[in-house]
């Protein structure tokens, strides 16, 4: 079974009025369960439409979407999967309200109906799975760093212990360290519990990071999709859809152009900087 499949989605925003918009066309797309999958596009590209149809926020005006096996075009399905399918938008820790820590991540278990016992056994599991320490529970959410209160804000969401979670565009606003430690926990935490995650970003270095499978869109449609080494042989359509390259998938392609042969599918710094590690001591045996 899938954890999402998507057949032939296309959706018009204020539909039937002067201000309808396409946000897709005609879209079709599966997402094995229990994989990282990152959504990628320039801003318009009609990521948040699509993730929104995962979690009942949205019905298909055309097409299917059924998520862990049920059709979203059941309205009694699209009311109960804020319980299966946590999506964590842009900024969550806008969203934080209560006056604990605690109270915040106990929100959505007590909404289950789960009693205090249970309740308490979520929250501090989710709290140790983003990794902060149980001191902080009594503590307001809004006297924490911003990082912090990304973290707790995704722990609100863990405890529910959905099946999926959907994360909109979450670094936005992180310096470079603090959306390091970010996408570093997101991967500890996928390994540790098997859930499937779909990141929602136009940062390609994010998804490149984290994904095992990547869904590139421009103007509602699916441009490309694939393994994160097979998009990044096609440099030249990501540009022309709009999106930036990494850089370490710029630096070897213009070796690659110079005669240098060195591969121009790495993933990450670490991975390029083998990868011309390795060139550099071939010569050196060679003479070359």
Not at 75 to 100: C, D, H, I, S
Not at 240 to 257: A, C, D, S
């Amino acid at each position: 079974m899938w954890a999402v499949e998507v057949k032939s989605l296309s959706y018009i925003h204020s539909m039937g009025t002067p201000f309808a918009k396409q946000a897709l066309k005609d879209v079709s797309l599966n997402i094995a369960q229990g994989q990282i999958v990152g959504i990628i596009g320039p801003t318009g590209s009609g990521k948040s439409t699509l993730v929104q149809h995962f979690n009942g926020l949205l019905a298909p005006q055309k097409g299917s979407v059924n998520v862990l096996g049920r059709s979203t075009a059941d309205k009694a399905v699209r009311m109960n999967l804020w319980k299966e399918v946590g999506l964590v938008f842009q900024y969550p820790e806008q969203q934080l309200f209560e006056e604990t820590v605690y109270d915040d991540i106990a929100f959505g278990p007590k909404n289950l109906g789960l009693n205090e016992i249970e309740v308490k056994k979520r929250v501090i599991k989710a709290l140790d799975d983003i990794g902060l320490p149980e001191e902080i529970l009594s503590r307001s959410p809004q006297s924490l760093s911003g990082g912090m209160k990304r973290r707790v804000a995704i722990a609100g969401i863990l405890a529910m212990q959905p099946k999926i979670l959907v994360l909109d565009e979450p670094t936005a606003g992180l310096d470079p360290a603090a959306k390091s430690r970010f996408l570093n926990l997101i991967r500890k935490l996928q390994q540790s519990t098997g859930i499937t995650v779909i990141l929602v970003t136009h940062s390609i270095d994010d998804a490149a990071e984290l994904a095992h499978w990547l869904v590139v869109m421009d103007r509602g449609r699916i441009a490309l999709q694939g393994k994160p080494k097979d998009i990044f042989k096609q440099p030249e359509r990501l540009i022309q859809i709009g999106l930036n390259v990494p850089v370490e998938i710029e630096v070897t392609r213009k070796l690659f152009e110079m005669g240098i042969p060195v591969r121009t599918d790495v993933l990450g710094l670490n991975e390029a900087v083998e990868e011309i590690a390795r060139i550099r001591d071939r010569r050196k045996k060679t003479g070359g």
